[in-house]
């Protein structure tokens, strides 16, 4: 059950129609899990410096069971997602940052109980 949040200081008018949807499905593909499982939360027009800039820029926080817990996955995701999100925002890649963080089934509650005893 990934969780993708991303700040952009973009305004709404510059981020692409269905961005959230398209970040979904990616997320999905990137990650080997069923877009269903997918939650995607985007946040547009944030205040951000990045690197001490305000230019336009993005920040991406991926949470997941099992699939962002090792340097060899991550650096894998990691290109992946920066394709997808300069191709998608228009950004440059140091105006991008990622951060993964492995979550264990008994940090995500669901169905008044917690993945593990799902």
């Known amino acids: 059950m990934p969780f993708l949040e991303l700040d952009t200081s973009l305004p709404q008018g510059s981020v692409p129609g269905g961005f959230a949807e398209k970040l979904c499905c990616a997320a ?12 995607v939360t985007v946040r547009s027009g944030v205040t951000m410096l990045v690197g001490g800039s305000p230019a336009p820029c993005a920040q991406l926080l ?35 940052l990622l951060r993964f963080c492995p979550l264990e089934p008994w940090q995500i509650g669901k169905n008044r109980t917690v993945m593990t005893f799902l």
């Open 62 to 96: 991926v949470s997941s069971i099992g699939v962002v817990g090792t340097a060899e996955q991550n650096k894998e995701h990691s290109a992946k997602f920066f394709d997808f999100l300069m191709g998608e925002l228009g950004l440059g890649q140091d105006r991008i």
């Open 28 to 39: 999905a593909s990137i990650l080997g899990k069923p877009k269903e499982r997918v939650n």
